[in-house]
């Protein structure tokens, strides 16, 4: 089993930050790429940020100067640091993993369980 656990949502005025920690646990042998997706209420989830194993990143166009994604391979967690905050990043903020369970064995995506960040006066 692999479990992603998030941690940091909240409440927060505009223009305010938030950071976002997940850590994966459990049996696996790697962890591959790790993102964060958001959903709104009415909308499709949507990609946020993502970083690989080596460390090449990637944002949404909407974030891009915002947000920081970050990772500790060692430790198999990955942070999203979120910077002048605005109503429409109001969302649930999922993090995402792509793990191998075993050496050579394919990749396998997981989900931790959401965490909701409000941004409203």
């Known amino acids: 089993q692999v479990q992603l656990v998030e941690s940091g949502g909240g409440l927060v005025q505009p223009g305010g930050s938030l950071r976002l920690s997940c850590a994966a646990s459990?049996?696996?042998?790697?962890?591959?790429?790790m993102a964060w997706y958001r959903q709104a209420p009415g909308k499709q989830r949507e990609l946020v940020a993502a970083i690989s194993r080596g460390g090449s990143t990637n944002y949404a166009d909407s974030v891009k100067g915002r947000f920081t994604i970050s990772r500790d391979t060692a430790k198999n967690t990955v942070s999203l640091q979120m910077n002048s905050l605005k109503v429409e990043d109001t969302a649930v903020y999922y993090c995402?993993?792509?793990?191998?369970?075993?050496?050579?064995?394919?990749?396998?995506?997981?989900w931790g369980q959401g965490t909701q960040v409000t941004v409203s006066a």
């Open positions: 459990g049996s696996f042998f790697s962890v591959n790429a």
């Open positions: 995402n993993a792509d793990v191998s369970r075993t050496a050579g064995s394919t990749l396998l995506s997981y």
